[in-house]
């Protein structure tokens, strides 16, 4: 959606800046790397310098010239703090989204993460869990100027209300563009789309279809545990209780009379 704005380019996700973020993380909480870094003579900041160009050069030559670049690889929000070294004046997007849906979409498309374990529900949950509370713990630390908490469910119920929340706090004008951004996907200043992701619902308009796919796709047992699995559900918000039978599109919300209409089947001329 962000891609959708003529001022912003974030291009496809790239796995290798959270793949360089980890190295360097390790290298500095290595004290054997980091004796020999000294007696080279490199400092922290001399490492940081590289690290920053890297990750610029990897930006900058992943699309379109814009005004404004992102990175959407969602594990480099693990190292948060780290970047905001870097890029003091940068500012994070953190997206959450219901544990349910985010590890059902994981084991039901078989996709493989490094170092996220996805060969059962308990431990994708215990990944999810693990993975969520690093970003999150680093988003509160860096605070509401630098980090805002979005809910992946509400921008699907209120994309407008959300997305001019999302730019407003950006500090970007307000722009049509980015709650039509199926108009343009895959086109020239468009959303870049990768391969993979041309017939997915990145490709598509916003709407309700994936929010509860989890609801009896999940094991029983696992429900019963989901608190104690990932804690993080209840902190964020989250109730762990299912869904009642024919209202799934409410459990989350009231959607906009737009999405709901689209859900409903009722054409509309931006559709």
Known sequence: MLDSHPSIRCGEETPL????????????????????????????????????????????????????????????????????????????????????????????????????????????????????????????????????????????????????????????????GVVNHHLTAGKPNGAALSKSEADSPLAQPVNLDGLTKWVGQIPTDILYEIDKLAPMLKLLGYKSRIPMRGKEIYYYGIPDDEILDRHNGVSNDNS
């Open 17 to 176: 800046i959270p793949i360089m973020l980890n190295i360097h993380s390790k290298i500095l909480h290595s004290e054997r790397d980091i004796n020999l870094l000294r007696e080279a003579r490199i400092s922290e900041d001399t490492i940081n310098q590289a690290l920053g160009s890297y990750i610029l050069s990897i930006i900058g030559g992943n699309g379109r010239i814009a005004e404004r670049y992102c990175n959407k690889d969602p594990f480099s929000l693990r190292h948060m703090l780290r970047i905001l070294k870097i890029f003091p004046n940068s500012k994070f997007l953190l997206v959450i989204r219901d544990p349910r849906a985010t590890v059902h979409s994981l084991m039901s498309n078989k996709v493989k993460i490094k170092n996220f374990n996805t060969n059962t529900h308990r431990e994708a949950f215990r990944e999810w869990n693990r993975a969520m509370a690093q970003m999150y713990h680093q988003c509160m630390e860096a605070g509401p100027d630098r980090c805002l908490k979005v809910f992946y469910e509400q921008l699907v119920l209120h994309p407008m209300t959300e997305m001019k929340k999302i730019l407003s706090y950006l500090g970007v004008d307000w722009h049509e």
